[in-house]
């Protein structure tokens, strides 16, 4: 594999900064803010450009799909716009995780979705191009998970698994969870394209078939994958590169294209049949679901809610909904006034976990410690 002497060399500097004691305190401190206890400080994960100056650089995206040396390599070296590989000199609360990162096609897959992919743009679903295609695409075994996509993830754990097994330090550190499963509505989607929103009118049956055939088949699929996880599955989970409360992270960016009054009657149980199924868990939305919280929050096994794109939302108002349920809110995101003024600590104590854009990982590390001194003072 051409990228094997980079990431021995990449896995021989990590085993010398992986810090045991430092990881478990992370863990806890995301743990205690999850089920809204007292904690020393809400966590905090900063993202920030990878610095050109850096020792290790990832690959192109492109090159990681057929190589599973390269998605370990890229996965510690560059994942959700931070870099586990400077987790050490940030001195944020980033817990090491690996996924096998395929982006968001892996349910759409076992489906017969056309998987396209092109320069270093992540892979994505042609929709099937007739109706009569989606239908038969829904006639399939629930329990049958043997497909490519799938079969390079199975295998991409256990290159995981192969590459860490020198490494004691890291193999007691670094996380192995989920890849994107998406959840019932955006898999939908990605299926039968926008015409999934005018079915919702014209063909609502066809939908409640479509989102029931791809609930079992996530479920059935996480249930599967899950042999091949390092993760205690003890109410919490790792996903988008943070701590979750449950064990699915389910994905409803397309669900708040729709109303709320649209997704109860005709989405939410579906969601709530995955979350169930698998021991609870958490619902993301990217851009603006203000309107949806107080659907997302009436799921009875929903247990957080992660913001892809806080700052579009009011999150005040959110958490004073969530704090109802002792429902945690995930990713809230904050500027550096607020972290180290101790501001955000003020209007979210606890339950809510933060993420800061800085602008260099110099400037993280900076407010990494303001906002760690300003905490700890008051």
């Known amino acids: 594999m051409p990228v094997m002497d980079d990431l021995r060399r990449l896995l021989d500097y990590l085993e010398g900064t992986v810090d ?3 990881q478990e305190r992370i863990a806890q401190r995301h743990r205690a803010a999850l089920e809204w206890r007292a904690v020393d400080r809400p966590p905090l994960i900063c993202t920030f450009p990878h610095p050109p100056e850096a020792p290790f650089q990832p690959v192109p995206h492109r090159r990681i799909f057929d190589d599973p040396a390269a998605m370990l390599y890229n996965e510690l070296v560059r994942a959700f716009d931070t870099s586990l590989c400077l987790a050490d000199q940030v001195g944020h609360d980033l817990p090491w995780t690996v996924r096998p990162n395929f982006g968001t096609v892996v349910v759409a897959s076992l489906f017969g979705g056309r998987i396209e992919q092109r320069g270093d743009d992540p892979p994505w ?3 099937f191009e007739t109706v009569e295609q989606f239908r038969r695409a829904l006639d399939r075994d629930p329990s049958d998970v043997s497909e490519a996509t799938v079969d390079r993830a199975r295998r991409g754990y256990q290159f995981y698994a192969e590459a860490l097994g020198p490494y004691p330090g890291l193999c007691a550190a670094i996380r192995f969870v989920l890849p994107d499963l998406q959840g019932p509505f955006d898999t939908a989607e990605q299926l039968r394209g926008s015409e999934i929103f005018t079915d919702l009118y014209t063909q609502p049956d066809l939908v409640a078939l479509a989102l029931e055939r791809i609930a079992a088949v996530q479920v059935r ?8 996880l390092r993760e205690p599955l003890d109410g919490f989970t790792h996903q988008h590169g943070t701590l979750i409360r449950g064990h699915i992270l389910l994905r409803d960016d397309t669900v708040i294209m729709v109303s709320p009054e649209m997704y109860r009657d005709h989405i939410a149980r579906w969601d709530d049949f995955v979350l169930d199924r698998l021991g609870g868990g958490g619902i993301h939305a990217c851009g603006r679901f203000d309107g949806h919280v107080e659907a997302f929050l009436a799921l009875p096994n929903v247990q957080c809610l992660d913001l892809g794109q806080s700052w579009l939302n009011d999150v005040d108002a959110m958490y004073e909904k969530a704090c109802q349920r002792s429902i945690p809110l995930v990713r ?7 972290l180290v003024s101790g501001e955000i600590v003020h209007r979210f104590p606890t339950g809510a976990t933060f993420i800061h854009d800085a602008p260099t990982w110099k400037d993280a ?3 990494c410690m303001a906002y760690r001194d300003r905490v700890e003072v008051s």
């Open 365 to 367: 590390r900076r407010v």
């Open 20 to 22: 045991a004691a430092a």
């Open 332 to 338: 809230v995101r904050t500027d550096e006034q607020q």
């Open 221 to 228: 699929l996480a249930q599967h994958l899950q042999a091949f």
């Open 125 to 127: 679903v042609r929709p």
